[in-house]
Protein backbone atom coordinates (compact mmCIF):
# COMPACT_ATOMS: atom_id res chain seq x y z
CA UNK A 1 0.00 0.00 0.00
CA UNK A 2 1.31 3.39 -0.69
CA UNK A 3 2.46 5.72 2.58
CA UNK A 4 0.13 7.87 3.87
CA UNK A 5 2.32 10.42 2.87
CA UNK A 6 5.59 11.16 1.43
CA UNK A 7 7.36 14.11 0.91
CA UNK A 8 10.36 15.07 -0.87
CA UNK A 9 13.62 17.70 -0.73
CA UNK A 10 10.19 20.59 0.02
CA UNK A 11 11.40 23.98 0.09
CA UNK A 12 9.73 27.14 0.24
CA UNK A 13 11.42 30.48 0.59
CA UNK A 14 9.23 33.72 2.04
CA UNK A 15 10.44 36.78 0.70
CA UNK A 16 9.39 40.72 2.54
CA UNK A 17 10.62 43.88 2.21
CA UNK A 18 11.35 43.85 5.84
CA UNK A 19 12.02 40.58 6.81
CA UNK A 20 14.30 39.90 3.45
CA UNK A 21 14.65 35.87 2.46
CA UNK A 22 13.48 33.68 5.19
CA UNK A 23 14.28 30.00 4.07
CA UNK A 24 11.11 28.85 5.85
CA UNK A 25 11.38 25.12 4.55
CA UNK A 26 15.17 24.05 3.52
CA UNK A 27 14.86 20.88 1.90
CA UNK A 28 12.48 18.58 4.06
CA UNK A 29 11.99 15.01 3.10
CA UNK A 30 9.97 12.30 5.49
CA UNK A 31 7.30 9.69 5.21
CA UNK A 32 4.41 8.46 7.18
CA UNK A 33 2.79 5.23 7.38
CA UNK A 34 -0.33 4.58 7.08
CA UNK A 35 -2.24 4.89 10.81
CA UNK A 36 1.17 6.20 12.30
CA UNK A 37 0.62 9.24 15.10
CA UNK A 38 3.62 11.43 13.75
CA UNK A 39 4.86 14.39 15.24
CA UNK A 40 6.53 17.74 13.49
CA UNK A 41 8.66 19.11 16.74
CA UNK A 42 9.86 22.65 16.74
CA UNK A 43 10.41 25.77 17.86
CA UNK A 44 8.51 28.94 16.72
CA UNK A 45 9.51 29.87 13.32
CA UNK A 46 11.26 26.46 12.45
CA UNK A 47 8.62 25.88 9.72
CA UNK A 48 6.34 23.88 10.93
CA UNK A 49 3.02 25.70 9.73
CA UNK A 50 4.81 26.26 6.08
CA UNK A 51 5.74 22.43 5.97
CA UNK A 52 2.00 21.66 7.32
CA UNK A 53 0.58 23.87 4.42
CA UNK A 54 2.22 22.43 1.55
CA UNK A 55 1.61 18.78 2.54
CA UNK A 56 -1.95 20.18 2.85
CA UNK A 57 -2.32 21.29 -0.51
CA UNK A 58 -2.88 24.37 1.02
CA UNK A 59 0.50 26.43 0.04
CA UNK A 60 2.70 25.18 -3.04
CA UNK A 61 6.72 24.89 -2.28
CA UNK A 62 9.49 26.61 -4.39
CA UNK A 63 10.05 22.75 -4.65
CA UNK A 64 9.90 19.57 -3.98
CA UNK A 65 7.19 16.66 -4.04
CA UNK A 66 3.90 15.94 -2.01
CA UNK A 67 2.10 12.51 -2.26
CA UNK A 68 -0.81 11.77 -0.06
CA UNK A 69 -2.68 8.62 0.09
CA UNK A 70 -0.40 7.96 -3.26
CA UNK A 71 -1.26 10.80 -5.32
CA UNK A 72 -0.24 14.49 -6.05
CA UNK A 73 -2.35 17.23 -3.97
CA UNK A 74 -2.33 19.49 -6.91
CA UNK A 75 -4.53 19.90 -8.98
CA UNK A 76 -6.81 19.36 -6.32
CA UNK A 77 -9.43 16.95 -6.61
CA UNK A 78 -12.50 16.50 -4.20
CA UNK A 79 -11.99 12.85 -4.20
CA UNK A 80 -8.68 13.24 -2.26
CA UNK A 81 -9.46 16.65 -0.21
CA UNK A 82 -12.76 14.06 1.07
CA UNK A 83 -10.18 12.01 2.39
CA UNK A 84 -8.01 14.77 4.36
CA UNK A 85 -9.01 16.54 7.57
CA UNK A 86 -7.76 19.65 8.14
CA UNK A 87 -7.80 21.59 11.29
CA UNK A 88 -7.76 24.94 9.91
CA UNK A 89 -7.22 28.27 12.14
CA UNK A 90 -10.26 29.22 14.56
CA UNK A 91 -9.83 32.93 12.84
CA UNK A 92 -11.30 31.02 9.93
CA UNK A 93 -14.36 30.38 11.00
CA UNK A 94 -17.67 32.35 10.38
CA UNK A 95 -18.04 34.72 13.29
CA UNK A 96 -21.87 34.95 13.01
CA UNK A 97 -22.44 31.19 12.50
CA UNK A 98 -23.16 29.40 15.83
CA UNK A 99 -21.04 26.07 16.50
CA UNK A 100 -23.84 23.80 14.90
CA UNK A 101 -24.31 25.65 11.63
CA UNK A 102 -20.36 25.71 11.41
CA UNK A 103 -19.63 22.79 11.91
CA UNK A 104 -22.73 21.41 9.42
CA UNK A 105 -21.13 23.63 7.20
CA UNK A 106 -17.88 21.75 7.13
CA UNK A 107 -20.05 18.28 7.30
CA UNK A 108 -22.36 19.37 3.75
CA UNK A 109 -18.79 19.91 2.45
CA UNK A 110 -17.41 16.85 3.33
CA UNK A 111 -20.68 15.16 2.30
CA UNK A 112 -21.48 13.86 5.97
CA UNK A 113 -24.76 13.91 7.96
CA UNK A 114 -26.53 16.56 10.36
CA UNK A 115 -26.38 13.90 12.68
CA UNK A 116 -22.54 13.11 12.53
CA UNK A 117 -21.98 16.78 12.48
CA UNK A 118 -23.90 16.87 16.26
CA UNK A 119 -21.93 13.66 17.03
CA UNK A 120 -18.28 15.24 16.46
CA UNK A 121 -19.76 18.20 18.91
CA UNK A 122 -20.60 15.69 21.27
CA UNK A 123 -17.10 14.12 21.05
CA UNK A 124 -15.29 17.70 21.55
CA UNK A 125 -17.59 18.31 24.53
CA UNK A 126 -19.05 21.05 22.86
CA UNK A 127 -22.89 19.79 22.66
CA UNK A 128 -23.83 22.33 25.11
CA UNK A 129 -22.48 25.23 22.90
CA UNK A 130 -23.88 24.01 19.67
CA UNK A 131 -26.19 27.47 19.58
CA UNK A 132 -23.50 29.73 20.73
CA UNK A 133 -21.67 31.71 17.54
CA UNK A 134 -18.19 31.49 17.36
CA UNK A 135 -17.47 34.97 17.92
CA UNK A 136 -18.29 34.16 21.38
CA UNK A 137 -16.52 30.75 21.77
CA UNK A 138 -13.53 30.85 24.05
CA UNK A 139 -10.45 30.23 22.54
CA UNK A 140 -9.96 26.49 23.77
CA UNK A 141 -13.67 25.85 22.64
CA UNK A 142 -12.44 27.57 19.55
CA UNK A 143 -9.99 25.14 19.08
CA UNK A 144 -11.77 22.01 19.42
CA UNK A 145 -15.00 23.13 16.92
CA UNK A 146 -11.82 23.31 14.98
CA UNK A 147 -11.12 20.11 15.53
CA UNK A 148 -14.24 18.66 15.11
CA UNK A 149 -14.78 20.49 11.69
CA UNK A 150 -11.14 18.65 10.75
CA UNK A 151 -13.05 15.02 11.84
CA UNK A 152 -16.30 15.39 10.18
CA UNK A 153 -15.65 13.67 7.21
CA UNK A 154 -14.68 10.85 8.81
CA UNK A 155 -11.44 11.31 7.17
CA UNK A 156 -8.27 9.23 6.65
CA UNK A 157 -5.36 11.18 7.32
CA UNK A 158 -5.87 14.11 9.80
CA UNK A 159 -3.74 17.21 10.00
CA UNK A 160 -3.33 18.98 13.36
CA UNK A 161 -1.44 22.46 13.64
CA UNK A 162 -0.53 22.73 17.19
CA UNK A 163 -4.08 22.42 18.36
CA UNK A 164 -3.30 22.72 22.19
CA UNK A 165 -1.35 25.62 21.90
CA UNK A 166 -2.59 28.46 24.11
CA UNK A 167 -5.14 25.37 26.17
CA UNK A 168 -4.97 25.22 29.81
CA UNK A 169 -3.63 21.81 31.20
CA UNK A 170 -6.48 20.09 31.68
CA UNK A 171 -8.53 21.46 28.33
CA UNK A 172 -5.17 19.77 26.83
CA UNK A 173 -4.66 16.59 28.43
CA UNK A 174 -8.81 16.22 27.20
CA UNK A 175 -7.96 16.95 23.75
CA UNK A 176 -4.71 14.33 24.49
CA UNK A 177 -7.33 12.03 24.94
CA UNK A 178 -9.44 12.39 21.61
CA UNK A 179 -5.88 12.66 19.82
CA UNK A 180 -5.18 9.32 20.71
CA UNK A 181 -8.89 7.76 20.34
CA UNK A 182 -8.36 9.31 16.52
CA UNK A 183 -5.42 7.43 16.02
CA UNK A 184 -6.67 4.76 17.73
CA UNK A 185 -9.58 4.01 15.33
CA UNK A 186 -6.92 3.54 12.83
CA UNK A 187 -6.68 6.89 11.20
CA UNK A 188 -2.82 8.95 10.25
CA UNK A 189 -2.50 11.75 12.55
CA UNK A 190 0.35 14.43 11.52
CA UNK A 191 0.67 16.95 14.74
CA UNK A 192 2.76 19.87 14.72
CA UNK A 193 3.43 21.15 18.61
CA UNK A 194 6.06 23.21 20.71
CA UNK A 195 5.52 21.09 23.71
CA UNK A 196 8.02 18.35 24.01
CA UNK A 197 5.97 16.63 26.44
CA UNK A 198 3.38 16.33 23.54
CA UNK A 199 5.18 14.95 21.09
CA UNK A 200 6.37 12.01 24.29
CA UNK A 201 2.43 11.65 24.87
CA UNK A 202 1.41 10.87 21.74
CA UNK A 203 3.00 10.65 18.71
CA UNK A 204 4.62 6.82 17.18
CA UNK A 205 7.49 8.87 15.90
CA UNK A 206 8.32 12.52 16.05
CA UNK A 207 10.70 14.78 13.38
CA UNK A 208 12.66 17.11 15.06
CA UNK A 209 12.59 20.53 13.35
CA UNK A 210 14.84 23.54 13.35
CA UNK A 211 15.38 26.53 10.90
CA UNK A 212 13.77 24.68 8.05
CA UNK A 213 15.36 21.59 8.20
CA UNK A 214 14.08 18.08 9.70
CA UNK A 215 17.29 17.22 11.83
CA UNK A 216 16.46 13.79 12.55
CA UNK A 217 13.08 11.60 12.75
CA UNK A 218 12.74 8.82 15.41
CA UNK A 219 10.05 7.35 18.15
CA UNK A 220 10.73 9.30 21.45
CA UNK A 221 12.01 6.65 23.16
CA UNK A 222 13.96 5.88 20.21
CA UNK A 223 15.69 9.09 20.40
CA UNK A 224 16.25 8.78 24.16
CA UNK A 225 17.64 5.39 24.05
CA UNK A 226 20.42 6.78 21.12
CA UNK A 227 21.08 9.80 24.00
CA UNK A 228 22.67 7.27 26.13
CA UNK A 229 22.59 9.58 28.99
CA UNK A 230 22.83 9.60 32.68
CA UNK A 231 20.13 9.45 35.18
CA UNK A 232 20.25 12.59 37.47
CA UNK A 233 19.36 11.94 40.75
CA UNK A 234 19.22 14.59 42.88
CA UNK A 235 19.55 14.64 46.75
CA UNK A 236 17.97 17.34 48.92
CA UNK A 237 20.80 19.70 51.37
CA UNK A 238 21.66 17.72 54.55
CA UNK A 239 20.49 14.16 53.54
CA UNK A 240 24.28 13.41 52.96
CA UNK A 241 27.34 13.90 55.23
CA UNK A 242 30.18 14.48 52.46
CA UNK A 243 32.46 11.66 52.91
CA UNK A 244 28.87 10.16 52.22
CA UNK A 245 28.78 11.68 48.83
CA UNK A 246 31.98 10.66 48.20
CA UNK A 247 31.74 6.93 48.63
CA UNK A 248 28.27 6.78 46.87
CA UNK A 249 29.15 8.75 43.65
CA UNK A 250 32.28 6.28 43.39
CA UNK A 251 33.54 6.57 39.98
CA UNK A 252 30.34 8.87 38.49
CA UNK A 253 29.87 12.15 38.21
CA UNK A 254 28.68 13.98 41.58
CA UNK A 255 27.92 18.17 42.01
CA UNK A 256 27.25 20.39 45.06
CA UNK A 257 24.92 23.34 44.99
CA UNK A 258 23.90 25.18 48.11
CA UNK A 259 23.80 21.73 49.79
CA UNK A 260 21.92 20.01 47.16
CA UNK A 261 23.95 16.92 45.96
CA UNK A 262 23.42 16.21 42.04
CA UNK A 263 24.60 12.06 41.16
CA UNK A 264 24.68 11.54 37.41
CA UNK A 265 25.12 7.80 37.12
CA UNK A 266 24.48 4.51 34.35
CA UNK A 267 23.36 2.26 37.47
CA UNK A 268 20.25 4.74 39.18
CA UNK A 269 19.00 0.67 40.68
CA UNK A 270 22.61 0.79 42.82
CA UNK A 271 22.75 4.75 43.93
CA UNK A 272 19.02 4.46 44.76
CA UNK A 273 18.87 1.80 46.96
CA UNK A 274 21.84 2.88 48.66
CA UNK A 275 20.32 6.15 49.05
CA UNK A 276 16.98 4.25 50.50
CA UNK A 277 19.14 2.35 53.12
CA UNK A 278 20.81 5.48 53.98
CA UNK A 279 17.36 7.19 54.89
CA UNK A 280 18.58 10.08 52.50
CA UNK A 281 15.12 9.88 50.33
CA UNK A 282 13.76 13.35 51.40
CA UNK A 283 13.29 15.91 48.81
CA UNK A 284 14.89 13.33 46.43
CA UNK A 285 14.42 13.80 42.82
CA UNK A 286 14.90 11.69 39.54
CA UNK A 287 15.29 12.84 36.02
CA UNK A 288 16.06 10.68 33.29
CA UNK A 289 16.62 12.42 29.90
CA UNK A 290 13.83 13.53 27.45
CA UNK A 291 12.87 14.73 24.26
CA UNK A 292 14.09 18.63 25.71
CA UNK A 293 17.58 16.48 26.21
CA UNK A 294 17.39 15.04 22.34
CA UNK A 295 16.47 18.39 21.13
CA UNK A 296 19.42 19.94 22.51
CA UNK A 297 21.82 16.96 21.55
CA UNK A 298 20.09 16.68 17.56
CA UNK A 299 20.24 20.80 16.86
CA UNK A 300 23.22 21.88 19.66
CA UNK A 301 20.93 24.07 21.01
CA UNK A 302 19.12 24.58 24.22
CA UNK A 303 15.25 24.55 23.68
CA UNK A 304 13.18 27.27 23.72
CA UNK A 305 9.99 26.31 22.95
N1 LIG B 1 3.42 34.35 4.90
C1 LIG B 1 4.67 34.56 5.31
N2 LIG B 1 5.41 35.56 4.80
C2 LIG B 1 6.69 35.77 5.21
N3 LIG B 1 7.33 35.02 6.13
C3 LIG B 1 6.64 34.01 6.68
C4 LIG B 1 5.28 33.73 6.31
N4 LIG B 1 4.86 32.65 7.02
C5 LIG B 1 5.91 32.29 7.81
N5 LIG B 1 6.98 33.09 7.61
C6 LIG B 1 8.31 32.96 8.24
O1 LIG B 1 8.81 31.67 7.91
C7 LIG B 1 9.43 31.05 9.04
C8 LIG B 1 8.73 29.74 9.37
O2 LIG B 1 7.41 30.01 9.80
P1 LIG B 1 6.34 28.88 10.17
O3 LIG B 1 5.08 29.57 10.58
O4 LIG B 1 6.28 27.90 9.09
O5 LIG B 1 7.04 28.23 11.43
P2 LIG B 1 6.41 27.43 12.63
O6 LIG B 1 7.43 26.43 13.01
O7 LIG B 1 5.07 26.94 12.28
O8 LIG B 1 6.32 28.52 13.74
P3 LIG B 1 5.08 28.87 14.70
O9 LIG B 1 5.10 27.80 15.73
O10 LIG B 1 5.50 30.22 15.24
O11 LIG B 1 3.87 28.93 13.83
C9 LIG B 1 9.37 32.09 10.15
O12 LIG B 1 10.59 32.78 10.15
C10 LIG B 1 8.23 32.99 9.76
O13 LIG B 1 8.42 34.28 10.27
Not at 159 to 180: I, K, V, Y
Not at 189 to 216: F, N, P, S
Not at 217 to 231: H, K, Q, W
Not at 257 to 277: C, I, N, S
Request: with cysteine; charged share 25%; aromatic share 6%.
Amino acid sequence: MDAAIEVADLRKTYRGRRTGEVRAVDGVSFRVERGEFFGILGPNGAGKTTTLEIVEGLRRPDSGTVRLLGRSPWPHSPELTRRLGVQLQASSFFEFLTAREQIETFAALYGATKARAAEMLDLVGLAEHANVRCEKLSGGQQQRLSIACALVGDPELVFLDEPTAALDPQARRNLWDLMRGISAAGRTVVLTTHYMEEAEALCDRVAIMDAGRIKAVDSPAGFIRSLDAPTRVTVAAGQLADERVKELAADEAFAVDDGTVVFETRDPRRLLTALAVDGAMDGLAVRTANLEDVFLHVTGREWRG
